[in-house]
């Protein structure tokens, strides 16, 4: 399961994806300046792993702005 935050609120749909390949969803979210954005994913299963890949951001901006990548 996944879901992106906002100042760590849920925002748009929960995403599940059962099979052992990566999905591909997008998601529309309104951000101001100085939001914090995020993705949490969990594994429900007592073994394996969970790789999120390529979150990617894209912005229409209405002012100038810097957007800061946390790792």
Given at each position: ?71
């Amino acid at each position: 399961r996944g879901r992106i935050y906002v100042n760590g609120i849920a925002v748009g749909t929960e995403r599940t994806n059962t099979t052992q390949t990566y999905a591909s969803y997008s998601e529309d979210v309104v951000v101001v300046a100085g939001d914090l954005v995020q993705i949490y994913a969990k594994n429900e299963h007592a073994s394996g792993s969970i790789d999120v890949r390529t979150f990617s951001l894209s912005a229409n901006l209405l002012e100038t702005s810097t957007i800061t990548y946390d790792a």
